[in-house]
């Protein structure tokens, strides 16, 4: 398996788990009421993924710059590249404010949101062009 298919499993891997992440607080909060599991269970599944979610995307962007390179033209790679690092900087946000910060907890939402808007651009530019 090449390094392109990897990455490409990886991130869609990643791209499901942020969608579930987003489902576990919807129910949490009350919006939604779809999987069988209660709350405070829900919001621990929920940071768990979002750790793994991190993990697995510093690993995929490691597997790039090492494997490929550090670059941003043409426009599709600089618009992966930027997404994808923007959406590490936000989940690391996300653990600071989570751990250290809770009583910024009130913007958690928001940059989930940004968050799995950033995961979905970089799928979009990478994963869907190599294979559409
Ligand atoms: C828009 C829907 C989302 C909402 C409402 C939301 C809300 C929250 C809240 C309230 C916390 C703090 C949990 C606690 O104090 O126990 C949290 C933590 C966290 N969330 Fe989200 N989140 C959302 C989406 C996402 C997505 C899409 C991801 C990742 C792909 C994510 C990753 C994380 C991470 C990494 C943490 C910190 C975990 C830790 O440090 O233990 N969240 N989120």
């Given at each position: 398996?090449?390094?392109?298919?990897?990455?490409?499993?990886?991130?869609?891997?990643?791209?499901?788990?942020?969608?579930?992440?987003?489902?576990?607080?919807?129910?949490v909060q009350g919006s939604l009421r779809l999987l069988p599991v209660e709350k405070q269970r829900l919001r621990w599944l929920h940071r768990g993924g979002g750790i793994v979610a991190l993990l697995?995307?510093?690993?995929?962007?490691?597997?790039?710059?090492?494997?490929?390179?550090?670059?941003?033209?043409?426009?599709?790679?600089g618009i992966h590249a930027v997404a994808g690092s923007l959406a590490?900087?936000?989940?690391?946000?996300k653990v600071v404010?989570?751990?250290?910060?809770?009583?910024?907890?009130?913007?958690?939402?928001?940059?989930g949101g940004i968050a799995g808007v950033l995961i979905l651009v970089t799928f979009a530019a990478g994963v869907v062009w190599y294979y559409l």
């Open positions: 398996m090449n390094l392109e298919t990897m990455k490409s499993i990886a991130t869609t891997v990643v791209l499901l788990l942020a969608l579930l992440q987003v489902l576990e607080m919807a129910q697995l995307m510093f690993l995929i962007a490691a597997a790039c710059v090492f494997g490929e390179g550090l670059r941003f033209y043409p426009l599709r790679v590490i900087a936000v989940l690391l946000t404010i989570t751990r250290r910060a809770r009583h910024l907890l009130r913007f958690n939402k928001a940059l």
